[in-house]
């Protein structure tokens, strides 16, 4: 038995320490990606140059629904946070279309998205990200807002404003 362990040990101390530099971890961690909530808080306070739906970074949520520059990007903004955190949906830059029948919740959680209607669109016109959700009040992550400049900005709303809540992702 002394001579198995004895030829054993240093072929197993031998892999196990493979390619191990003195002082490192023998196993690597995994590098986790970041998640939705922490993309779009990361995002706040990215603001418009000159409040003409403009600037670097806005630029690229509107390139991310293949917008140009000047574009209305509320719902651009929505779609890269997605796409950041690897979701291939929702990838939209019209508010409306983030509110399919069969993503809407009526318990909403941190990271859906809200959507506001506007009368005078006759539709959903304005979209975000839901940070926490109560009786009377939400917490909300939402791009293309005030005050000026526009921009990523929290904001409290009151649910009696919020007209629909969708669900692109299951955590």
């Not at 403009?54 to 574009?71: F, Q, T």
């Not at 929702?90 to 998205?113: M, Q, T, Y």
């Not at 990200?129 to 900005?153: K, Q």
């Amino acid at each position: 038995m002394a001579k198995i362990n004895s030829l054993w040990l240093p072929l197993l101390v031998l892999l196990l320490g493979h390619g191990v530099a003195p002082g490192k971890p023998a196993i690597k961690r995994w590098i986790q990606r970041p998640t939705l909530p922490q993309i779009y808080r990361a995002e706040i306070g990215v603001h418009e140059a000159t409040s003409h739906n403009d600037g670097p970074r806005i630029a690229e949520y509107l390139r991310y629904c293949g917008l140009i520059p000047g574009s209305a990007w509320c719902a651009a903004f929505v779609s890269w946070c997605h796409g950041k955190a690897g979701y291939p949906q929702p990838r939209n830059s019209w508010a409306a279309a983030l509110f399919p029948d069969d993503r809407i919740v009526h318990n909403p959680k941190e990271g859906d998205v809200f959507g506001i209607y506007f009368q005078e669109l006759h539709r959903i016109g304005h979209c975000g990200f839901v940070e926490s959700w109560n009786h009377t009040w939400c917490l909300t992550v939402e791009g293309n807002t005030g005050p000026a400049p526009e921009g990523v900005y929290r904001k409290r709303r009151s649910i009696r404003t919020i007209k629909a809540v969708a669900r692109w992702v299951n955590q």
